[in-house]
């Protein structure tokens, strides 16, 4: 079971509604996006849809606050191959769609991961003299796991509810059978808990092979045990400690730099998702997870998910640009990933992410435009404006004007570029780029529409005045190709 498109309305940073169209084979999805560009909002889209499952959240909570009535939505697009018919699954704030058997299975076995959760392994722990993952693996990384003991007379509840079932009320102090019984569950959890740490850190020693480096991992658990005088259950602990090239660390989470850890993180969390209950849906999302880690430590990252991962379906999102392009060198063959971009543009009045299908920027305009939203419409057609002459400039190698910061690079210079190769043409070939009438329209509305300066006046200029700059910048990109 595959998602094979995303719609999304006002939830979060995205303002109106936006699909993504992961094709009917359901394909992965990488996808770059400026900071604010609503990369992180689709990420909490998918896993706020799927937890919805349990009930946990309220879509109303979570509703781009910029819109003025209660409209919003997200549907998921499911199928079980390119030939299955499609399963539509919605979450609003009057629908839930979502407490399927699919949607609740894919919830408890997903893998969601961002980079303020890889902090909780290592980097929250560094005044401490030594890494506590008992709340983390018990209360989160392996909470949905169940025993793979065929012989054991168990039950099929999560680690969780072995957790839950020990906790208190407390037997009082001469009831001799319920302590008993409450020991027997105590031995239960600890057994259980202990196949878990076993298995995961077989496998997460595995995994940091791929990294390259010479470390081990070890996950120490003494055992719950129940305090009767004080009414407490004592030892709650997992230490996670390391070895490096052989040698014992102590404190390791103060002594190995940022990658090392990084990669232990890493290591950890896609470990305790392979562990999960099996699903028809899999999900692995990944945030922006490996800005810890330089170029050298990433690229095995691509291995271990080709490797561990192949039956997942893959969000993964960054902010790095360089290292978005590597990736979409490398996962261009076999047809299995789709590539995006995600752009961060505001009016003054609201925050708008610009991404479309295929770059369809004018497109997109056309429908703001039909809608009345002026100042929408505006925001995609700067964005269409600029997307046009960038693309000719590099396709044509143009000289641009050069700036040390690449964030003062403005359209103006790109635009000079493209009038200084109209003249030569001109003077050179006796032909030109670009008609005078359409540098002379584009340079007006460039002023008034297509100037990211220009919100405040566009509520004020007429709808007629849109559609012509809408025309003029069509034309552009057909003249320019």
């Not at 490398?330 to 990933?337: A, E, I, L, N, P």
């Amino acid at each position: 079971m595959r998602i094979t498109k995303i719609e999304i309305e006002n939830f979060r940073a995205f303002y109106g509604t936006y699909q993504l169209d992961l094709h009917k084979a359901g394909k992965n999805l990488l996808i770059y996006g400026e900071n604010g560009s609503g990369k992180t909002s689709l990420y909490q889209a998918l896993k706020l849809f799927l937890e919805s499952s349990e009930g946990v959240h309220r879509f109303e909570d979570h509703q781009n606050i910029f819109i003025p009535n209660d409209a919003g939505h997200i549907k998921l697009h499911l199928r079980e191959n390119s030939g299955a018919n499609e399963r539509v699954y919605e979450w609003a704030q009057n629908v839930r769609e979502t407490n399927d058997l699919l949607i609740i299975d894919a919830s408890r076995t997903k893998g969601f991961l961002d980079y303020k959760e890889l902090l909780e392994t290592h980097f929250v722990h560094r005044e401490n003299d030594f890494v506590n993952v008992f709340d983390l693996l018990v209360k989160t990384l392996l909470a949905n796991t169940v025993s793979r003991q065929a012989d054991r007379n168990v039950t099929d509840q999560g680690l969780a509810k072995d957790w839950d079932s020990i906790q208190p009320p407390f037997p009082r102090r001469n009831a001799k059978n319920e302590i008993a019984d409450l020991e027997n569950r105590i031995l239960i959890f600890n057994r259980e808990l202990g196949d878990r740490l076993t298995e995961l850190q077989t496998k997460t020693s595995e995994i940091l092979q791929k990294f390259g480096y010479n470390v081990t991992l070890k996950l120490d658990f003494q055992g719950i045990t129940y305090n009767q005088d004080d009414k407490t259950l004592d030892n709650q602990e997992i230490s996670l400690s390391v070895e490096f090239f052989d040698k014992s660390i102590p404190a390791h989470h103060r002594f190995l730099n940022e990658a090392k850890l990084s990669a232990i993180a890493i290591a950890v969390y896609f470990s305790s998702i392979l562990i999960q209950p099996e699903s028809d849906l899999k999900v692995l999302a990944l945030d922006d997870v490996l800005i810890g880690l330089d170029m050298s430590n990433r690229l095995p990252v691509l291995d271990i998910l080709e490797e561990y991962f192949a039956d997942y379906q893959i969000f993964l999102t960054t902010y790095d640009k360089a290292w978005y392009e590597i990736v979409k060198q490398r996962t261009s063959h076999g047809g299995k990933w789709k590539a995006v971009e995600f752009y961060f543009r505001q009016t003054d009045e609201y925050e708008i992410p610009v991404y479309v299908e295929d770059k369809a920027y004018l497109e997109k305009a056309k429908e703001y435009l039909e809608t009345n939203d002026y100042k929408a419409c505006a925001v995609y057609l700067r964005t269409a404006f600029e997307m046009i002459i960038e693309n000719f400039c590099n396709d044509r190698h143009l000289p641009v004007k050069y700036h040390r910061d690449p964030n003062k690079q403005d359209t103006q210079d790109f635009w000079d570029a493209i009038k200084v190769e109209n003249k030569r043409m001109i003077e050179k070939e006796s032909r030109t780029l670009l008609e005078q009438d359409l540098i002379n329209n584009i340079e007006l509305y460039r002023s008034r529409i297509l100037n990211p300066l220009s919100h405040a006046t566009i509520a004020n200029i007429p709808k007629k005045e849109i559609e012509d700059t809408l025309e003029a910048v069509n034309r552009l990109k057909t003249t320019l190709g």
